[in-house]
DNA sequence: AAGTACGGTTTCATGATGAAACCATTGCAA
DNA sequence: TTGCAATGGTTTCATCATGAAACCGTACTT
């Protein structure tokens, strides 16, 4: 996958991205989270190459964000929980994407509440006592 | 930078991978957030070839994410309004990776609360009422 | 028994990446 | 004023990753 690798390293976004920070592993998840589990189904949906979707479900696998269960003959490849985990990225970036890489208003696709369908708000980072946050307001500490 | 293109997509996800989906653009992002600026200070913190931080920065200028401010003979890169809004996204991969890809309390670095120098909550996803969501409780809906 | 769909693997050409060398400009010092 | 080093790149070239296509084995259909 990776030339250089970031699996070392000490910054926590550094060693996200080493696991999912190439071309189509955060596509496979969405595609996953939206319910595709078989290899063609992927396939078909990402229009990717075979061999190069056969890798990245098997880096998947190894990073332990898809788990392989046997059904029949083949594979399902299904999120564990670690991989359910990503649906704050996948909506980080969607929301960015929706902003920033339409015409306003123009994006195609949106994410509802399920019990209203209501498009739902925008992520919200809170400080422990409930203030709301931005950039600006938060720095990094490295521990002892 | 990627062979197939996905900012025709109409997934606001993929347009964003589009973006800044490859290997170091996040990480590039990353550390103008932390303040870097200059060519140099880019490529020591980041240990990457100077060809590639080359085109990086000038795909992160062609995107609209940094601006390429010219600065005696050289240029400072700064973050532009869209690139200062991937906080969020950075936010939620360092809160993936906090969690699964260091032992249990062992990421060695922190987003504070400059404030109260307190550790920030999780991202949270809201519907439009206020009530908090999670994967499950949202769709996706082509608009018309 | 033959055909077809599925889930891959293999092969090969080509594009992206990275290391190293090179170069131009600026700042500084002798 | 000349020389030297630092900065900010560009060029070159080897190597790795990607993608298209062909191929293959298994299972299910007819």
Redesign the pocket.
Known sequence: ????SLNEADCPIARALDAVG???SLLIVRDAMFGLR????F?KSL?????????R??GLVAAGILDAVPN????D?VLTRKGRDLFTVLVALRQWGETHQFPEGACPVELLDRENRQPVGALELRAADGRRLSADDTMIRLRN
Not at 1 to 4: D, F, Q
Not at 38 to 41: D, H, I, K, T
Not at 47 to 55: R, S
């Open positions: 996958m990776r030339r250089t190439d071309w189509w078989r290899f063609g189904e396939q229009g990717m190459a075979k061999n190069i979707l056969t890798a479900l098997r029949g003959a083949h594979n490849y």
